[in-house]
């Protein structure tokens, strides 16, 4: 039961989500497009790819071999660019394009789950430049994202570093589990995409949110709850509303916190577990 708090006598539960269409409803990679044009990182050509390819995703969501042509067009189109002025991009402009697309039954899940003393862990394909500083808005506990090569001076260098995608995400939902403690059989995930399958595999509830078709398919099969969430609601609002402190203070420090980011995931396998 998702209210009931754990017995801290057991070993460790988490949640993972998975990040667009599960927790924002769009593709957390490409809402940046126009701050990066702005930003003078890409051209109007570029903008506009972007926001056909988000079309594209939101309307009919990515299969494995769609989501390899994103993953080569985005770190070809980052080639160059300067770790630190992205970094700083994200940060100034994370509230206003993230906040209004956070759905709000999966920030009410969030809560549920710290509430009942589990770890959230946000589980994305995108960058962690950008994923981190969501996690940190969440008020997430850790995250794991793809990571970009980055050269000497600073920049990217275009290649892919760790890509957090399909049996990768399981992988490392498992060295999380032996890192932290988690009792596999009693965690959580959450995901909108047939190629989270393994991830779904890996935890005791797993749970489909906004399935595209063929995970729809694989749930009913499976009997695993299926969950609509479809009330994006700015974090403003939202407090206003029903005041949350988890989230009030995770919004305090959102923007501080965004360049500085989570310990990235690839640094936790060289850290022994403590």
């Not at 924002?24 to 990679?29: L, M, Q, R």
């Not at 890996?202 to 949110?209: F, M, W």
Request: charged share 25%.
């Amino acid at each position: 039961m998702l209210g009931a708090v754990e017995n801290h006598s057991l070993p460790r539960t988490a949640a993972f989500f998975d990040l667009d269409k599960t927790v924002i409803a769009k593709s957390s990679a490409l809402t940046f497009s126009k701050s990066f044009y702005q930003g003078g990182l890409i051209n109007r050509r570029a903008v506009l790819r972007t926001a056909y390819t988000q079309f594209v995703f939101l309307a009919g969501g990515a299969d494995h071999d769609q989501m390899e042509r994103m993953r080569e067009y985005l770190s070809a189109l980052c080639r160059g660019w300067n770790v630190r002025q992205v970094k700083e991009i994200v940060a100034e402009t994370l509230h206003d394009l993230i906040d209004p697309i956070i759905y709000d039954e999966a920030a009410s899940l969030i809560e549920g789950h710290h509430t009942a003393g589990r770890d959230v862990v946000i589980v994305s394909t995108s960058g962690a430049e950008v994923v981190e500083p969501i996690g940190h808005l969440l008020g997430a506990d850790r995250v794991v994202a793809t990571r970009l090569a980055v050269g000497d001076d600073g920049c990217f260098t275009g290649e892919v570093e760790y890509y957090a995608y399909g049996p990768t995400k399981a992988e490392a939902i498992r060295e999380l589990a032996e890192s932290e403690g988690y009792d596999l059989s009693r965690c959580y995930a959450y995901s909108d995409s047939m190629t989270d399958l393994p991830m779904l595999e890996s935890v005791g509830h797993p749970h489909a949110v906004n399935p595209d078709r063929a995970l729809r398919r694989e749930a009913l099969a499976r009997e695993w709850p299926i969950l609509d969430f479809h009330r994006p609601v700015p974090l403003k609002q939202r407090l206003s509303v029903r005041p949350r402190p988890a989230l009030v203070a995770a919004a305090a420090i959102g923007a501080a916190a965004a360049t500085a980011g989570l310990v990235w995931y690839a640094n936790r396998r060289r850290t022994p577990a403590v």
